[in-house]
């Protein structure tokens, strides 16, 4: 209760000059590239797809797809919520019309509230241990996809949120100090695992980090944008239409030197967690489950409880 006050080796040769040289009919790993000129079949084809808490928009015209998080009160990552996402994302993975992905959310103030308290509290073992495979899951395929990755983060993204948020490309966030994006998981009494912290480190540096980690700091957008946590601010309404912009952006680079950049920068954080997924879950079971921290979690949900009383 205390705690909760207070690649790859590739030589850019030849294949590199071609690719810039070739980068209208690019290919997106074995993806074809959407051509630039539209034929009469291929204007405004578009698709939807819904699962309860999910919603896809897929542009074929422009291989980008918006992925909208419905699920209320705060889009919190339950393990029904995760497993979700996962499967949407593993479609848009293969489907070979789909080169760029924007993230957001469909509840209003809220970008995501992080992981699902409830599915840390009072839960068995087990159930623990499948749920932290679920997020180890996720945060597997966001950081090693070879879409284009965007983050529209319109509304608070604490914790699990922000890491969602950190798994992207790149960030733009509304402009409305009444949101806060961070990893506040120290406030709550509990520990961001290494890789949540890498990934933070990843992006705002070591000392940063140590901050924002050791007193669970959760910044005001223009604060994320000094610390660059977020990347870019704008009006509410804009944040969309920003990411659009964003996200053509990052397309017009050769497609397949920008996936071995990514992949070259992400490939040691991502492998220190394959390389121990079981041990990273056996250490969660057995932190979340201890009394203490149980305790914690049920002071931290009784704030939250009380703050709207
Ligand atoms: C030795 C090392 C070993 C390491 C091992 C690992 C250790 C464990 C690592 C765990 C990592 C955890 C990551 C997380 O993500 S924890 C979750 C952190 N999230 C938060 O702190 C956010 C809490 N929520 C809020 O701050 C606000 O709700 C928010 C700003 C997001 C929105 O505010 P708003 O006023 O719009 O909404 P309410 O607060 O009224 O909330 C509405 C209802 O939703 C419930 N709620 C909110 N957040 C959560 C959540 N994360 N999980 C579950 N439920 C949540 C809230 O209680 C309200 O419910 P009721 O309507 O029923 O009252």
């Known amino acids: ?15 590199g000059l ?58 919190s990552l339950s393990l029904d919520f995760i497993t ?13 019309g789909c080169r760029g992905l924007i993230i957001t959310s469909s509840q209003p103030k809220v970008f995501s509230a992080g992981l699902d308290i409830l599915e840390m509290y009072g839960k068995s073992p087990e159930r623990c241990g499948e749920f932290w495979k679920s997020v180890q899951e996720l945060w597997l395929k966001l950081y090693s996809s070879n879409m284009v990755t965007i983050a529209a983060v319109n509304g608070s993204s604490p914790a699990g949120g922000c890491l969602m948020a950190l798994t992207c490309d790149y960030r733009i966030m509304a402009d409305n ?26 992006t705002i540096g070591l000392r940063n980090s140590e901050m924002a980690l050791q007193l669970g700091l959760l910044y005001k957008p ?18 969309l239409p920003a990411a659009v912009k964003s996200v053509n952006k990052w397309l017009a680079v050769p497609e397949h030197a920008r996936q071995i950049t990514k992949s070259m920068m992400r490939k040691s954080t991502i492998d220190r967690l394959t390389s121990n997924r079981e041990a990273d879950i056996q250490n969660f079971v057995s932190f979340i489950t201890r009394e203490s921290i149980q305790k914690s979690l049920r002071g ?3 704030l939250l409880k009380q703050k709207k009383a």
């Open 18 to 75: 071609l690719s810039q040289l070739t980068s209208s009919t690019r290919h997106h790993g074995s993806r074809p590239c959407v051509s630039p000129i539209l034929t009469p079949q291929h204007r405004n084809t578009s698709s939807s797809s819904t699962s309860s808490k999910v919603k896809v928009d897929l542009d074929q015209n422009t291989g980008v797809a918006v992925m909208h998080m419905q699920s209320p009160p705060v889009n």
């Open 1 to 15: 209760m205390m705690a909760v006050r207070s690649c790859l080796g590739v030589k850019f040769g030849v294949s």
């Open 222 to 239: 223009q604060d994320a944008l000094k610390v660059g946590l977020v990347d870019q601010v704008v009006p509410e309404d804009q944040v």
């Open 300 to 302: 931290y949900m009784e």
């Open 84 to 96: 979700e996402l996962c499967i949407s994302l593993e479609k848009l993975e293969m489907d070979k």
């Open 177 to 202: 100090p009444a949101y806060s994006i961070g990893l506040n998981e120290t406030q709550l009494g509990i520990v961001a695992p290494f890789w949540f912290k890498d990934t933070l480190m990843n």
